[in-house]
């Protein structure tokens, strides 16, 4: 016994196999790693030892702390386990490097709602870090490390664990690293740290891209381009010369909500149901967000450059020291003046920065509206009040005008103050699809509003008015309840990826619009908007494929690699069929879209990560120098 107690190896061995059963344990509770063979089984229960040996080992390299750097570096991967679980409640992403280095900017998304996906239970993931302090004190007291051979030998066998694992994560998914769209299958194959570790590699890979870069990168995706770009619909070209421009990004709107009625028969959404249907305005009914972690800005981005956001973190944080040839600028060239109105202060996603390189002229901000406690709720301002203030700036602005208008009240939780709505909370057993409803219903009086005011001072019939769900909003955790509330047993995978719908509407004066079935993303909306206003897009980099045309392609790339189209969903590794909703009988049958999907954001990342729009001079654009800009504030009276 006494032998036992003095011996170092047994203690390590106890916080290897304490560690590794928790981490297994998080697999299995909090995230969802999706394992569909005894493989994948194996790896998910496998891969925590690999980085349990490697990471604990380094304490054995301490002859005299040994006890206290072991259960340092234990607390240290614990806490980066726990941030990972709390971050994928909310996400169902694990954190990146970017999201790290943004959180410090007030930008993580995260802020305040934290503290709502943390709860007393999670106590549980440290419990073995306070069980390997109570043994240091007691029985282990007299532990201590007398030769660094052990570490030489736990590190050796730490590598041959990895390798063995690597080997047969190869064998399941070939190719894992290097066609890395998926974070999830980081984790499943290698493990929580192990894919911590491969995203500081790609940070800094992606860093030094840049530097290195040069125009000729550019001649592939210039041909790619010329083959695939979809020309306007003639009949639609031109329809909106001329006109001002309105977007309104409406917070994390599904499709969903749409002619959604609750148990008692009443629409959430009624405004937006009759703009749906009202026969003036078009209504896309399968379009897709395309965003990743950079969330609201990354649907910004997507809009108005029509490139893919990044793999790893915002375009709008990393890479807002670019050169593009975003709409606005493309605009200015037109005698557009532009701007944005967000009730929210001007450096969270460091738009300020970033609307500087798109080529905005105006920024109001917070610091333009009353943010009294009345007006405000989580972000900034409520969306009624942030409507009926904008009014004034918006009148004040030259036309034509190509403006964007980001409301906030329908962000997770979904909160609404009492008195705001009078319409009920839901009670479908999940506190956020409750909120959702409601908040969903508010943002939608705070929509019809806004178009009364516009009606009221005569802008309406002079602008073409778009308005597009950013992103997601209620997840797979929600899935029970959302169940419920559609009235289905369960939330299959080809339901799964249509709750990646956010609705698309755009009105255009004198034009008649409907209902469109065709499927498409946000990526498709800059060239359906520049041929509206009669502006053809194809000297422009870009990869979206006007919605309006007849031409208009039929699937739509998600970020993480899976795809929709209108006869065949990737998901994960498998292939659905849209016809039957069920696995296709042919598992090949999405390979083709496939391989475009992955190609197309390849190229889009190359450009963004290489800034190779500096190297390219589309005709007759004036590029934008973004010291040109100053968002100052309002003048102070
Ligand atoms: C905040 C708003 C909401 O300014 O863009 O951010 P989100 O978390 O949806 O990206
Ligand atoms: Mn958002």
Redesign the pocket.
Known sequence: MKKIAHNHLVFFVIAVVLFWIKTYIAYQLDFRLGTDNNLQKFLVFFNPLSSALFFLGFALLSKKYFKRVLIGIQFFLSFLLYANIVYYRFFNDFITVPVLLQAKSN?G??GDSAAGLMSFSDIFYFTDTILLIVLACTFFKQVKVKTRKTYQIVLLFSITVFLVNYGLAEKDRPNLLSLSFDRNYIVKYLGAYNYTVFDIFQYIHSSSQRVFASGSNLTNVENYRKATYTPPNPTLFGKAKGMNVIFV?M??FQNFMIDYKMPNGQLVTPFLDSLAHDGNTFYFDHFYHQTGQ??????EFLMENSLYPLNQGAVFINKAQNTYQATPAILKGYGYNSAVF????KT??N?NVMYKALGYDQFFDASYYSMTPQNTKN??MKDKPFFAESMPMLESLKQPFYTKF?T?SN??PFEVDPGDTDFPKGNFGDWAVDQYVQSANYMDQALKQFFDALKKDGLYDKTVIILYG??YGLSSNNYTALAKALGVDKITPVMDSNFQQVPLFIHVPGVKGGVEHQVGGEVDVRPTLLHLLGMDTKDYIEFGSDLLSPQHRNWVAFRNGDFVSTNVIQSGDKCYSVATGSLAANQKACNSISTQVKNELQMSDMIVNQDLLRFYHPNGFKPINPTDYQYLGPTKK
């Open positions: 930008a998304g995260l990004s917070e994390s950079g969330k609201t800005s990354d649907a967000h009730g929210n202060y969270f996603w738009r972000f900034g980001i906030l962000h997770f950013d992103h």
